[in-house]
Nanobody, 124 residues
């Protein structure tokens, strides 16, 4: 059974930083892609960043390029999302997701396994 557990969310002031973690189990981590997604109240879930655990290739949404960094520790089966220069518009529930993928596009529909989410709130 695939399990994904997010942690690291919280309340931060604009301009601050947070690091999210996604601990994965129940599948061969090295074969999968892991993605971070977010959903703000009243909005659709959107792709933030993805990483291929096999080759390290990454995807970033334009809105977070240069501010967020995704990384993977295959020994720990954990993916991190370092979020710097946070803005109030980054406020959302952040979810990690996993699936066997060849191409990373950040599309929600590409991912079949999801975590429960962690709240990130950025105050102005």
């Amino acid at each position: 059974e695939v399990q994904l557990v997010e942690s690291g969310g919280g309340l931060v002031q604009a301009g601050g930083s947070l690091r999210l973690s996604c601990a994965a189990s129940g599948f061969t981590f090295d074969d999968y892609a892991i993605g971070w997604f977010r959903q703000a109240p009243g909005k659709e879930r959107e792709g933030v960043s993805c990483i291929s655990s096999s080759d390290g290739s990454t995807y970033y949404a334009d809105s977070v390029k240069g501010r967020f960094t995704i990384s993977s520790d295959n020994a720990k089966n954990t993916v991190y999302l370092q979020m710097n220069s946070l803005k109030p518009e980054d406020t959302a529930v952040y979810y990690c997701a996993a699936d066997y993928l060849i191409e990373l596009t950040g599309a929600v529909a590409d991912f079949g396994s999801w975590g429960q989410g962690t709240q990130v709130t950025v105050s102005s």
